[in-house]
């Protein structure tokens, strides 16, 4: 079987600086993946190179396709979500025309309809707030807009960039329970980012280590989570 | 009390123009974070197309929508040619190639038309509006134009999927990007709109001012100082901003002694200074806040 997106010796490079230095990994249809490792380990870059927004050489593939070449704003309409760190919200639109925005590409107007209504039942809170400037949301609020934003193309992947960064325990709890269960119900394939290591690795099913621009490690999140060695020396805890 | 009313009118009707240009302004502004001085010359060229089309008997309407498009594929086209090249550029370059721009369009003009001055036809007569001494049928029409305008760019960014995806490109490139949108398109757009919307300002303050390769000038000053009163990130902002320099130039030139017609377009420059200097965002900007 093909994986659903494949990456081959990755390098990518700001300026003269190189950030990742051959990186190769796969995820399977239906898999929830993460991708873990410090600060500066280059997860980010990582993501920013599957969609072509950095300087990169190497295979990235997705069904098979490659997507090297591809445009940002094209690689979107293989059905590939991507959540920004930082969320990339519209803060001054409001998040009614955030959750359109999401499903520009698409041609089925009904469809975006009972999708908003559907990401509204998601998200209870959105619904509330629809009128409202998506920048006066709270962090945790605008990291469920941003999911909701992501879902809205109806993606085949969604890559999420670090949707734990700066909100409460609490909400990031309820926020990778709704991960999940996208994942589960609505057969997203995600891949995410995180540097919450633990809870990361309770929520995948497959999880690959970075250090310094490459893969260290990878395997089954649970079998990761039960190597005390692995824990200390690359996720510390 | 009459002469009050006869200038805030007055004001209105030329405020519309301003408001046209710094619209305009602001619409190249918030694509590409520069402001186009050669706005009012492209303006300015326009109007000499539509002149050139009723010299050869086209009537004015037909040449005013057949202008409306030249201008539209021409601003797409300084995009794509000029300024796309220019987009990873500093600052500067991108000022020489906006005054490389002013100077290329001006003497073209003056080339192509000469510099004599010409008469600028009217579709709305210079009669009294609806028999009141108050204002011309033509500064009716140039408010009524002008509103029709704003509502319908108002409707276009507020109610068409494609306005929607201009709005995202300009306010947050990245993620527009990451939605599906094709940024660069969006700008281009941006570019053939402000075009057209510069020219109908031409099209309507040439019976006015004469058409001449400089008649743009002031005008676009005003557009200026209106889009920094209104702020130079919002295009509501510009519009009220184009209204309330012209009502101001018209009181300040009629009340202020010494003022005069000489004066008024320093009273202009005066408040792009003020402006910046009291408050840096205009009126209804938004105080750009980066969080460190």
């Known amino acids: ?237 | 009390m009459e002469l009050f009313t006869n200038q805030v009118l007055a004001g209105i009707a030329t405020g519309a123009i301003y408001a046209c240009m710094a619209l305009a302004v602001v619409m190249i502004y918030q694509a590409i974070d520069h402001l186009n001085f050669a706005q009012g010359e492209m303006a300015m060229f326009s109007t000499f197309i539509s002149w050139q089309l009723m010299q050869w008997g086209v009537s004015y309407w037909a040449a005013f929508l057949m202008t409306l498009a030249f201008s539209f594929v021409a601003g797409i086209a300084i995009e794509r040619i000029l300024f796309k090249p220019l987009a990873k550029a500093p600052v500067l370059t991108n000022v020489a190639g906006f005054i490389a721009l002013f100077a290329i369009i001006n003497s073209s003009a003056g080339l192509i038309w000469d510099f004599t001055i010409k008469q600028y036809p009217t579709p709305f007569g210079s009669a009294p509006f609806l028999g009141s001494q108050l204002i011309s049928t033509h500064q009716a029409g140039m408010i009524g134009v002008t509103v029709a305008l704003l509502l319908a760019l108002y409707f276009f960014f507020q109610y068409t999927r494609i306005g929607l995806a201009m709005r995202a490109a300009a306010s947050v490139p990245e993620s527009a990007r990451l939605v599906g949108i094709n940024t660069s398109w969006m700008i281009a757009l941006g570019w053939g709109m402000a075009t057209a919307i510069g020219s109908i300002a031409g099209m309507l303050i040439a019976p006015v001012v004469f058409l001449e390769p400089n008649m743009m000038g002031g005008v676009l000053i005003y557009g200026f100082a209106a889009a920094v009163l209104g702020g130079l990130s919002s295009p509501f902002g510009a519009v009220v901003g184009g209204f309330l320099v012209g009502v101001f130039e018209n009181l300040a030139g009629t009340y202020i002694p010494g003022v005069g017609n000489e004066l008024k377009l320093p009273i202009a420059l005066a408040l792009i200074v003020s402006v910046l200097v009291v408050k840096p965002a205009g009126l209804f900007g938004r105080q750009i806040v980066k969080r460190v």
């Open chain 1, 1 to 237: 079987m093909t994986p659903l997106l494949n990456v081959k010796d990755l390098r990518a490079y700001y300026g003269q600086v190189q950030a990742l230095h051959g990186l190769s990994f796969s995820l399977n249809e239906g898999s929830l993946t993460t991708l873990l490792g410090a600060n500066g380990a280059g997860k980010t870059t990582t993501l920013r190179a599957i969609c072509n927004m950095v300087r990169s050489t190497g295979g990235v593939e997705f069904e098979g396709k490659p997507l090297n070449n591809r445009s940002t704003e094209s690689i979107v309409r293989f059905g590939i979500a991507h959540v920004p760190q930082g969320r990339g919200t519209f803060t001054n639109m409001t998040v009614e025309e955030n959750l359109q925005l999401g499903a520009i590409t698409r041609k089925d107007s009904a469809g975006i309809v009972s999708d908003i209504e559907r990401m509204y039942a998601h998200f209870p809170v959105l619904k509330q707030r629809h009128t409202q400037q998506a920048g006066t949301l709270s962090g945790g609020e605008q990291q469920m807009l941003a999911v909701a934003r992501a879902l809205m193309l109806r993606p085949r992947l969604m890559l999420l960039d670090e949707p734990s960064f700066g909100l409460a325990p609490l909400v990031v709890r309820d926020l990778f329970g709704i991960l999940g269960k996208i994942n589960r119900e609505d057969k997203v394939s995600i891949l995410v980012v995180e540097q919450n290591a633990q809870l990361a690795l309770e929520l995948a099913d497959q999880a690959y280590v970075i250090e310094t621009g490459r893969i260290v490690m990878s395997g089954n999140a649970k079998d990761i989570a039960n190597n005390e060695e692995i824990r200390k020396s690359y996720l510390g805890y």
